[in-house]
C-alpha cells in the first residue's frame, strides 16, 4: 500500500489552462503539504493544512488554491497556468513535527 | 523564522571513499533535525533524525549525523560510500512546536565507480 498517493505523476499543460494535482494518504496524519521543487532542486513548501483547515500559506499566488475534503485528501487546484509554475509538486503528511511522508511527486510541464 | 544551509551543492567522491555533507541551521526556538534523501526520480525519504537524546544518531544503510547544539551543525557522513548513495540530500528542521518543515538547498552526492 503506497502511503502518499500522487496523481498524476506526469502532467503536460498548455499555458493558461487549469489544473489539479490530486493526493491521499493512509497513514492517519493529521497534517498535509504542499511542496514545490524547482529544476534546482530547491523545496520550498506551499501550503500546510491540519485537520482539514489551512496552516501556512506561504505567499503562494491566488491561482494556486489547495482543497482539502477530508483528512486524507489533500488537492492543489491551479487557475490560468503560467510557464513559471513548471516543476515537481511533492504531496506530503506528517503527525506532529516528526517525519515527513512523501509521494511520487508530479512533473508539471506548462508550455 | 528558522532557516537551513547546505555549504556544498555537488560532492563527488570515489565510490568506498568516506564523505561528509554539511548542514547549518538557524533558530531562536528548539528544532528537530532530519535528513532526506531523494533517488532520482523519486520522492523524498526519512534517511534519520534527532529528536532528542543522543546527538549521534544512525540509519540503517550507514549514514550518520551528529547534531552539535554550540555550533548549530548536523552533518552527515558515511565511512565508505556505495554507487547507489548517489542522490540528492536534503537536512531539513522543524520547530517543537509547530508544524512545518523547512529543507535546505539540497546537497547532489556523486559516487564515482
Known amino acids: 500500500d503506497t502511503a502518499v498517493s500522487q496523481t498524476p505523476k506526469y502532467l503536460v499543460t498548455q499555458m493558461g489552462n487549469d489544473k489539479s494535482i490530486k493526493c491521499e494518504q493512509n497513514?492517519?496524519?493529521?497534517?498535509m503539504y504542499w511542496y514545490k521543487q524547482d529544476s534546482k532542486k530547491f523545496l520550498k513548501i506551499m501550503f500546510s493544512y491540519n485537520n482539514k483547515e489551512l496552516i501556512i500559506n506561504e505567499t503562494v499566488p491566488n491561482r494556486f488554491s489547495p482543497k482539502s475534503p477530508d483528512k486524507a485528501h489533500l488537492n492543489l487546484h491551479i487557475n490560468s497556468l503560467e510557464l513559471g509554475d513548471s516543476a515537481v509538486y511533492f504531496c506530503?503528511?506528517?503527525?506532529?513535527?516528526?517525519?515527513?511522508?512523501f509521494g511520487q511527486g508530479t512533473r508539471l510541464t506548462v508550455v | 523564522a528558522q532557516s537551513v544551509t547546505q555549504l556544498d551543492s555537488q560532492v563527488p567522491v570515489f565510490e568506498e571513499a568516506p564523505v561528509e555533507l554539511r548542514c547549518n541551521y538557524s533558530?531562536?526556538?528548539?528544532?528537530?533535525l532530519f535528513w532526506y534523501v531523494q533517488y532520482p526520480n523519486q520522492g523524498l525519504q526519512l534517511l534519520l533524525k534527532y529528536l532528542s537524546g543522543s546527538t549521534l544518531v544512525e540509519s540503517i544503510n550507514g549514514f550518520e549525523a551528529e547534531f552539535n547544539k554550540s555550533q548549530t551543525s548536523f552533518h552527515l557522513r558515511k565511512p565508505s560510500v556505495h554507487i547507489s548513495d548517489t542522490a540528492e540530500y536534503f537536512c531539513?528542521?522543524?520547530?517543537?512546536?509547530?508544524?512545518?518543515?523547512?529543507f535546505g538547498p539540497g546537497t547532489s552526492l556523486s559516487v564515482i565507480p
Open positions: 497513514l492517519g496524519h493529521d497534517t
Open positions: 533558530s531562536s526556538v528548539s528544532v528537530y
Open positions: 506530503a503528511s506528517s503527525t506532529g513535527n516528526l517525519e515527513a511522508f
Open positions: 531539513a528542521v522543524t520547530p517543537t512546536s509547530y508544524d512545518k518543515v523547512i
